[in-house]
């Protein structure tokens, strides 16, 4: 006998690739938004759908009935980014412009502003919040007790105001409304105005605050200067009376060479230096007149010739000498007239030569009196120079001394100025907050309102319900439906076998009419085309538990393929509860384990069945280690010779769950049929019982889903829901 293996290269027609899983996950899996698997969940969970909704309604209903009603109150200012100067030009217009990139950001913080607590406490602090009974009431809070410390109390009506509080700012704009919520109408109203006029009045208080610094800033260093000032004054003073200065004239602003002109000295030395130079001046005059008068003969000169005296004299003299000349045109030289003109004429000479001499006298006198003056000048000049190069080595350490007085005072006016200005226009500037709207008393409640509440409720009832629903479907992993084979186990699914109505499957299968039959023709069918050659030569049967209808179904598979002629061998190798000798009426003192502890011939234990060409081999006796037996080279050969002698050889293995039987005779088939209970098995342990199986490689040709029950209330979402299979009429109707 060869013994080469004869299993074939096989593939399954829709073969999974275990390697994947998550794109064949995605192709067998049903759609992520199927509307209709959504509505046949809603319509098998109807009644807990409409108890979540119900309650959630009723609860909202009641919550509404019992709420107290409140009223809301309404302020709307408006938020400009800048304010005007009421005095003087704002100082920070550089400062303005930039943030007029920056408006959203600053109206946002406008909005924090309101919303914190040191607006809520100057609130309080107006309207005397703390201790008012009306206002606990009106807020739906307990009073304080006697006990209660003054920040507990504050805390708490701080806590209050903040909470009912609603500061909406809309986008684009910048008007601000500020909402206020109470039990009491007239306290909202009053609430929410004192906000905003509290909110502005804080605005212009940080304002004021903020140049406080400044002020107090400049102030110090104008004390600071005022001192320097006096100081530098002082000594200033102190050094002219110890160095003997005496400043004359305004020498203010005067500083080095300029301030020495301002001293006594300084000013004697100028006037006698232009008395000086006025008394040079007039000794060279002088002496100019005296050389002309002393270098031509007396009479000649101008100066004396310009005196009025010898004007006066030369005159008469010619008067007198034409006089003589007419005397002595008639008389001789002694004739009386004549002689008495001669004597009067030299009186005139002798007079005109004395006044001439006169003239020339005093302008000699003249020279030597300028002579006389500018030497005296000269010398005085002399004295005071010296003085006042003395005075000024002293004044280089006045004019140092000047200047820093000067300097102290132009700082200390200019302090003086700004600290004048900063208390003129401290805090004196418009509000950039102002209101459009004041808040009036609410006529009507703004909470509860029912048929919001209601609407809300019936929202969240049903997410409640969809979330319930989903969770439901989540954790419920068990199979159900066809779709959870391809769906939970990744499997193809080969048939669907119904559950038996009334009676023994196995008298159902005896019927070739009933529902139970024809599912296994159809699997009969699918196995005809579940590989690339068509049926598998070598299938093994299994299940990840006992009791979900492995054995039927092998029995089924090889009943069905015998009647199509096939000649079919059917294996019991559940070595631990064999039951398929049962189903023949056969006896089992000899089979599959006889075989597999011996050498006797496969044919020694092949037990024929009352159906043509199905033949079975029993179990045999139960042995202590079956699993030693199943995995022996001895099972391989076995398979290897019915496999020769017959068309389909169908082994019906234990369940995988706990034994290692079917994982190693799953690697000698050419094919495995997983069979799965509907409404017992669970994702996790067919999950793990699949695990098993493909750790050895086998040909998974599918699943086979049994006892389903089309008729289940919870099948509704399942496409065989309300399925009935063709079944024949014992009627003599009409076939449809």
Do not use: C
């Not at 110890?242 to 203010?252: E, K």
Request: without cysteine.
């Amino acid at each position: 006998m060869n013994d080469q293996p004869i299993l074939r290269d096989i593939q399954p027609t829709n073969s999974v690739d275990l390697h994947d899983e998550p794109e064949v996950f995605q192709a067998m899996t049903r759609g992520t938004f199927d509307l209709r698997y959504i509505a046949a969940a809603i319509r098998s969970n109807l009644l807990l759908i409409s108890a979540i909704i119900t309650v959630v309604l009723g609860a909202a209903l009641v919550a509404t009935l019992l709420d107290t009603p409140r009223y809301t109150a309404n302020t709307t200012i408006q938020i400009n980014d800048s304010s005007d100067r009421v005095i003087g030009e704002n100082d920070d217009q550089t400062a303005q412009e930039s943030n007029f990139y920056d408006v959203d950001r600053f109206l946002k913080t406008q909005t924090d502003i309101l919303r914190s607590r040191g607006l809520a406490q100057r609130v309080a602090l107006k309207l005397k919040l703390q201790g008012r009974p009306e206002f606990y009431t009106a807020m739906e809070s307990k009073s304080p007790g006697a006990g209660a410390s003054p920040e507990a109390m504050r805390n708490q009506v701080v806590g209050l105001l903040l909470g009912n509080l609603k500061v909406n700012l809309p986008r684009d704009s910048r008007i601000v409304t500020i909402s206020f919520e109470s039990a009491d109408p007239g306290m909202s109203a009053e609430i929410a105005n004192a906000f905003a006029t509290e909110f502005i009045q804080s605005n212009l208080q940080r304002k004021f605050d903020s140049s406080s610094y400044a002020r107090e800033f400049v102030s110090n260093q104008l004390a600071e200067a005022k001192q320097r000032v006096e100081q530098a004054e002082r000594d200033l003073n102190d050094y002219s009376r110890s160095t003997g200065l005496i400043r004359t004239g305004d020498a203010a602003g005067e500083t080095g060479e300029a301030a020495a002109g301002g001293s006594v000295t300084a000013a004697s030395l100028l006037q006698l230096n232009q008395a000086a130079n006025q008394a040079t001046a007039e000794r060279v005059a002088a002496e100019g007149r005296w050389r002309a008068i002393s270098s031509v003969p007396l009479l000649s000169s101008r100066e004396v010739l310009g005196n009025a005296t010898v004007s006066g004299l030369m005159t008469d003299r010619a008067t007198t000498q034409a006089e003589l000349q007419r005397e002595l045109s008639k008389h001789l030289e002694d004739y009386p007239t004549v002689r008495e003109k001669r004597a009067q004429l030299a009186r005139l000479d002798a007079e005109l030569q004395s006044a001439a001499q006169s003239v020339r006298n005093s302008i000699r006198a003249e020279m030597l009196a300028a002579q006389g003056t500018e030497q005296a000048l000269m010398a005085k000049l002399e004295s005071l120079k010296g003085e006042t190069l003395r005075e000024q080595d002293k004044t280089v350490q006045y004019g140092l001394l000047k200047r820093e007085a000067d300097t102290n005072r132009t700082l200390y006016d200019g302090l003086l100025k700004r600290y004048n200005e900063l208390n003129a226009t401290a805090g004196i500037s418009s509000s950039n907050v102002s209101i459009i709207d004041t808040a009036e008393q609410p006529s009507a409640p703004t909470s509860p309102n029912m048929f919001k509440n209601m609407l809300l409720a019936l929202l969240v009832g049903v997410g409640l319900a969809a979330l319930t629903l989903f969770v439901k479907d989540q954790l419920d992993d068990a199979i159900r439906v066809p779709e959870d084979i391809e769906a939970k186990l990744r499997l193809p699914l080969l048939g669907v076998v119904p559950k038996a109505t009334g009676r023994d499957p196995d008298s159902e299968m005896g019927d070739p009419k009933s529902p139970i039959s024809e599912a296994y023709n159809s699997l009969r069918a699918a196995l005809l085309y579940s590989t690339s050659v068509g049926l598998p030569q070598v299938m093994l049967v299994t299940s990840a538990q006992s009791a979900e209808g492995k054995t039927t179904t092998s029995f089924a598979i090889a009943a069905s393929l015998a009647r199509m002629g096939r000649k079919v061998a059917l294996i019991d190798a559940d070595l631990r509860r064999p039951s398929i000798h049962r189903r023949f009426g056969l006896p089992n003192n000899r089979g599959l384990t006889d075989l597999l502890t011996s050498g006797d011939p496969v044919e020694s234990a092949i037990l024929a069945t009352p159906q043509e060409n199905l033949f079975v081999i029993a179990s045999g006796p139960i042995p202590p280690s079956p699993t030693e037996l199943v995995s022996s080279p001895r099972m391989e050969h076995l398979i290897q010779e019915l496999a020769r002698s017959h068309d389909v050889v169908v082994i019906d293995s234990p369940p995988i769950l706990g034994l290692a039987d079917a994982p190693a005779l799953s690697a000698l088939a050419d094919g495995v049929i997983f069979v799965v209970e509907s409404e017992r098995g669970r994702r996790g342990s067919l999950k793990t019982a699949l695990r098993r199986l493909r750790a050895m490689r086998p040909i998974l040709l599918g699943a086979v889903l049994t006892k389903f029950d089309p008729t289940r209330s919870g099948n509704r979402y399942s496409e065989y829901y309300g399925y009935q299979y063709y079944t024949y009429e014992q009627s003599n109707r009409e076939p449809d």
